[in-house]
């Protein structure tokens, strides 16, 4: 992606030269750096917000109490992991900051969700089909409110940057359910991991008493 970048940049500098219009190349790259540092600016406050928000809720309860309202969901999803493992906890928080559109908060949820996972994993060197299923629905991510697009919108100064909530809710709940749905056809087509180990074991032991 550096590469690519890189490329372009070159690729409309040299354009620009060549068509006597470099200096209005570089009044765009000064006026587009100016822009970036403006609008993560104004992402800072929102970001708090709803961070401080998430830490509140998880200080009090909430996401526990969240957690054990999508229960039922979770157990049939993620079949693989015991109900009371921190797991469901971390799967609730990604979520949760998903639906609030916090796509930079959710990624250290999601990392710590996947190393809960991970230690439910029966073969270390593959994904397991929890963890699988969790990245499809993470990648989907089914967002209510996408307060960090509003957030963007409101700094280049867009007049209604509310209107973006139903279009969003509409595709990305598309996604969600097609990543969902996707997942679990997926799985169908590769053997457990319980059922690989087993297979495994039994060749091991075959290979030790051939030897013997």
């Known amino acids: 992606m550096n590469y690519i970048f890189y490329f372009l940049i070159v690729i ?10 470099l200096d209005a190349v570089v009044n765009s790259i000064l006026s587009g750096a100016e822009l970036s540092v403006k609008v993560a ?3 800072i406050g929102i970001m708090a917000f709803w961070l401080g928000m998430m830490k509140i809720a998880d200080k009090c309860g909430l996401i526990t ?15 693989e992991i015991p109900e009371d493992s921190p797991a469901i906890g971390d799967i609730a928080m990604s979520f949760s900051a998903n639906a609030f559109g916090l796509t930079n908060a959710a990624t250290p949820i999601g990392i710590k969700a996947m190393e809960e996972l991970q230690t439910h994993n029966k073969d270390k060197n593959s994904a397991s089909n929890a963890m ?5 629905m993470n990648t989907a991510g089914f967002q209510l409110i996408p ?7 409101i ?12 279009p969003t809710l509409l595709v990305t709940s598309i996604a969600f359910v097609s990543a969902i749905v996707l997942a679990k056809i997926f799985q169908n087509f590769w053997q457990t991991q319980q059922t690989v180990s087993l297979q495994d074991k039994q060749t091991s032991d075959g290979g030790e008493n051939s030897v013997n």
């Open 12 to 21: 409309s500098i040299i354009v620009g030269a060549i068509n006597g219009r």
């Open 155 to 166: 700094s280049i100064g867009y007049k209604n940057p509310t209107e973006i909530i139903a």
């Open 65 to 79: 109490i969240i957690a054990k309202l999508i229960k039922p969901i979770t157990k049939k999803l993620f079949n």
């Open 132 to 136: 699988c299923m969790f990245l499809a």
């Open 147 to 153: 307060a960090t697009v509003i957030a963007v919108l």
């Open 41 to 43: 600016f104004s992402l």
